[in-house]
């Protein structure tokens, strides 16, 4: 039996060809088209090789129920987003996987509010792929056109921030592209912002796969920590293939990770505008320490982008994120991107002249964190009530199981991205948490 792919609120991927394919490609765009109605949908893609034939699927869908693509070739989804909020689009359509292998695909799928799709427009496009689609005929389907500049309006988005700094010192970046959409992203906006850089990794290997493992965090840009030490860099930004998250490095090669990248955003931000702030319920205890610096209120959702931005609109938050390296910024647009994080980092060290990046990053406390996963685990229900007999009732459960303890907090969910629940937690001290990623592994074993 073919496998189905998996859909979620960052949208519908799989291993390209298996679970995957460009029927499904094609019919999920059409779907959406006749969600968003005719018109303008722009599209994007990284630079997974299936691209080029999802990208041309989802054309195809797209005009065959009256929508007219808008082509802009290989850009972030950060860039997808902004472009998706410009006046007559009526959405649009990032071909990516964002941080799974070379061999996955996706759709991620955007509302004309440059949002990814929110609950209600969810369901209504899952009701629209149980029926028949409307099809146009030859005078009333969408035709295609190409769209030039998209990355150059992202970096003068980014530049007309009001927290942006383009004077100062002098620095030296390095770039870890990881062979994706970042490798135009990040050098345009460097150059804007007056500083030199170099770039690693910056295609991808002929065999079709990234040149390290995707997802940016402490355990994969070891390479990057040696580029910044071996060239004095004042900081490493290791991004992932569709550029909307971002990971640091700091000078002399220490790696900081991915959980820096929003705290160190809101240290600098809310310096200049303090105001409520929203992270989801894995983000780490770094960027309530950062808030509370400036007496800042800090609410949590449910993990997802959508969910966040969500839950920004409930508080009157101008500033959220997630701790996997997302900052949300949305006087720059209402989604995750890399380089409105690069932006801040540069900025804060304009205005710091006296601070290095390494500096900065260890004068917030430092917490023991566990971030593991149980693959091939699709029954999360009987699950659950094993570890709520474990631990008791949860203290929020808007997104599986989320506890908070007096010696920090970890969260137990199903992933939505792969066929698997994810322990993340984190503590002051190692013991307490390392017992409940024993339990947590212990009730699956026996949940099995």
Same mark, same amino acid.
């Given at each position: 039996?073919?496998?189905?792919?998996?859909?979620?609120?960052?949208?519908?991927?799989?291993?390209?060809?298996?679970?995957?394919?460009?029927?499904?490609?094609?019919?999920?765009?059409?779907?959406?088209?006749?969600?968003?109605?005719?018109?303008?949908?722009?599209?994007?893609?990284?630079?997974?090789?299936?691209?080029?034939?999802?990208?041309?699927?989802?054309?195809?869908?797209?005009?065959?129920?009256?929508?007219?693509?808008?082509?802009?070739?290989?850009?972030?989804?950060?860039?997808?987003?902004?472009? +998706?909020? !410009?006046?007559?689009?009526? *959405?649009?359509? $990032?071909?990516?996987?964002?941080?799974?292998? #070379?061999?996955?695909? %996706? &759709?991620?799928?955007?509302?004309?509010?440059?949002?990814?799709?929110?609950?209600?427009?969810?369901?209504?496009?899952?009701?629209?792929?149980?029926?028949?689609?409307?099809?146009?005929?030859?005078?009333?389907?969408?035709?295609?056109?190409?769209?030039?500049?998209?990355?150059?309006?992202?970096?003068?988005?980014?530049?007309?921030?009001?927290?942006?700094?383009?004077?100062?010192?002098?620095?030296?970046?390095?770039?870890?592209?990881?062979?994706?959409?970042?490798?135009?992203?990040?050098?345009?906006?460097?150059?804007?912002?007056?500083?030199?850089?170099?770039?690693?990794?910056?295609?991808?290997?002929?065999?079709?796969?990234?040149?390290?493992?995707?997802?940016?965090?402490?355990?994969?840009?070891?390479?990057? +920590?040696? !580029?910044?030490?071996?060239? *004095?860099?004042? $900081?490493?930004?290791?991004?992932?293939?569709? #550029?909307?998250?971002? %990971? &640091?490095?700091?000078?002399?090669?220490?790696?900081?990770?991915?959980?820096?990248?929003?705290?160190?955003?809101?240290?600098?931000?809310?310096?200049?505008?303090?105001?409520?702030?929203?992270?989801?319920?894995?983000?780490?205890?770094?960027?309530?320490?950062?808030?509370?610096?400036?007496?800042?209120?800090?609410?949590?959702?449910?993990?997802?982008?959508?969910?966040?931005?969500?839950?920004?609109?409930?508080?009157?938050?101008?500033?959220?994120?997630?701790?996997?390296?997302?900052?949300?910024?949305?006087?720059?647009?209402?989604?995750?991107?890399?380089?409105?994080?690069?932006?801040?980092?540069?900025?804060?060290?304009?205005?710091?002249?006296?601070?290095?990046?390494?500096?900065?990053?260890?004068?917030?406390?430092?917490?023991?964190?566990?971030?593991?996963?149980?693959?091939?685990?699709?029954?999360?229900?009987?699950?659950?009530?094993?570890?709520?007999?474990?631990?008791?009732?949860?203290?929020?459960?808007?997104?599986?199981?989320?506890?908070?303890?007096?010696?920090?907090?970890?969260?137990?969910?199903?992933?939505?991205?792969?066929?698997?629940?994810?322990?993340?937690?984190?503590?002051?001290?190692?013991?307490?948490?390392?017992?409940?990623?024993?339990?947590?592994?212990?009730?699956?074993?026996?949940?099995?």
């Amino acid at each position: 039996m073919r496998e189905n792919p998996i859909v979620s609120g960052s949208g519908i991927r799989g291993v390209f060809g298996r679970s995957f394919t460009v029927s499904d490609a094609m019919g999920y765009a059409a779907a959406f088209g006749e969600l968003v109605g005719p018109g303008p949908v722009v599209v994007g893609r990284d630079t997974r090789r299936s691209g080029p034939a999802v990208e041309a699927a989802v054309c195809a869908g797209l005009m065959s129920v009256g929508c007219s693509p808008v082509l802009l070739g290989v850009v972030p989804t950060p860039t997808v987003q902004l472009e +998706a909020m !410009a006046p007559g689009v009526a *959405g649009g359509i $990032a071909v990516t996987s964002s941080h799974n292998p #070379g061999c996955w695909n %996706a &759709l991620k799928l955007v509302g004309p509010d440059g949002v990814f799709l929110r609950a209600a427009a969810r369901e209504r496009l899952m009701a629209l792929l149980d029926e028949p689609r409307r099809f146009c005929g030859f005078d009333s389907c969408g035709l295609p056109r190409v769209l030039a500049g998209s990355v150059d309006r992202h970096v003068e988005k980014v530049m007309s921030l009001p927290v942006v700094s383009t004077r100062g010192r002098p620095l030296r970046v390095v770039l870890d592209v990881t062979g994706g959409t970042a490798s135009s992203l990040g050098p345009a906006l460097m150059d804007a912002m007056g500083v030199e850089w170099t770039m690693i990794n910056p295609s991808m290997t002929p065999g079709g796969e990234f040149p390290r493992v995707a997802e940016p965090t402490v355990d994969s840009l070891s390479e990057l +920590a040696r !580029a910044v030490a071996s060239t *004095g860099a004042d $900081a490493g930004f290791g991004f992932d293939p569709d #550029g909307d998250r971002l %990971a &640091l490095v700091a000078d002399r090669g220490v790696l900081i990770g991915e959980e820096y990248t929003l705290a160190l955003a809101f240290d600098h931000i809310l310096r200049h505008t303090p105001g409520p702030v929203v992270i989801n319920l894995s983000t780490s205890m770094l960027s309530e320490e950062a808030a509370g610096r400036h007496g800042c209120t800090v609410h949590r959702s449910p993990v997802g982008e959508v969910n966040v931005v969500e839950e920004m609109e409930r508080r009157g938050s101008g500033l959220g994120g997630e701790g996997n390296g997302g900052v949300i910024y949305p006087l720059c647009h209402p989604g995750r991107d890399s380089a409105v994080a690069m932006a801040m980092v540069v900025s804060f060290l304009r205005e710091n002249p006296g601070m290095t990046l390494s500096g900065w990053a260890g004068g917030f406390p430092r917490f023991f964190s566990i971030k593991t996963k149980v693959t091939g685990s699709n029954d999360f229900g009987s699950a659950a009530s094993l570890i709520e007999k474990e631990f008791g009732p949860p203290t929020d459960c808007r997104d599986g199981l989320w506890y908070r303890k007096q010696w920090g907090w970890f969260h137990i969910r199903p992933s939505g991205t792969e066929p698997a629940v994810r322990f993340i937690g984190e503590s002051s001290t190692p013991g307490p948490l390392e017992a409940c990623s024993a339990c947590f592994r212990k009730v699956f074993s026996c949940a099995e």
